[in-house]
């Protein structure tokens, strides 16, 4: 069990370095999808053009991904009126019963779904989380940044393409 661990430790630092931590997108449009809040709202990204959207992929149980959420939730409450939308996408694989309560204690306001492998497969496979998508006014993927991003960057990211 704890080499397995080591392992998968192992493999995702050599994941990490073998990806940039932050990439310009090309002209790629983004991937539409329709999913469901916990709450029974449906977000469909393509209803979102127009706005500039953060797409999010984390999970409960992943250190980084909670160490961001905090700058994440400071960055919609300031720039959710301008055009900006951030769809957490979360990969548990326990489903709501692990994701709405963290959603809860983290008193996270922006829209909360949970992904699956063909979502991730259309993003061209998550490598590790969290990862993060920004998306042009025009439904096209702006920036892809893989690791742990911070407000600073994140707000970065979003005001060059608003």
Not at 37 to 53: C, F, M, P, Q, S
Not at 62 to 84: N, S, T, W
Not at 117 to 130: E, H, K, N, V
Request: charged share 20%; proline share 5%.
């Amino acid at each position: 069990m704890m080499r397995k661990m080591l392992v998968s430790a192992l493999v995702f630092m050599l994941l990490l370095q073998a990806v940039p931590a932050c990439s310009q997108g090309g002209q790629d449009k983004a991937p539409s999808f329709s999913l469901k809040t916990h709450e029974g709202k449906t977000i469909d990204l393509a209803k979102l053009k127009g706005k500039v959207v953060v797409l999010n992929f984390w999970a409960t149980w992943c250190g980084p991904c909670r160490q961001e959420i905090p700058g994440f939730v400071d960055a919609y409450k300031r720039l959710h009126g301008k055009g900006v939308e951030i769809i957490g996408i979360s990969l548990d694989e326990g489903g709501w019963d692990v994701v709405q309560p963290y959603v809860t204690k983290a008193n996270i306001p922006y829209p909360v779904v949970i992904g699956d492998q063909t979502l991730t497969d259309a993003y061209g496979g998550i490598s590790a989380i969290p990862t993060t998508f920004i998306v042009s006014k025009d439904g096209k993927i702006a920036a892809k940044h893989v690791g742990y991003l911070s407000k600073e960057e994140l707000e970065n990211q979003i005001k060059s393409v608003l």
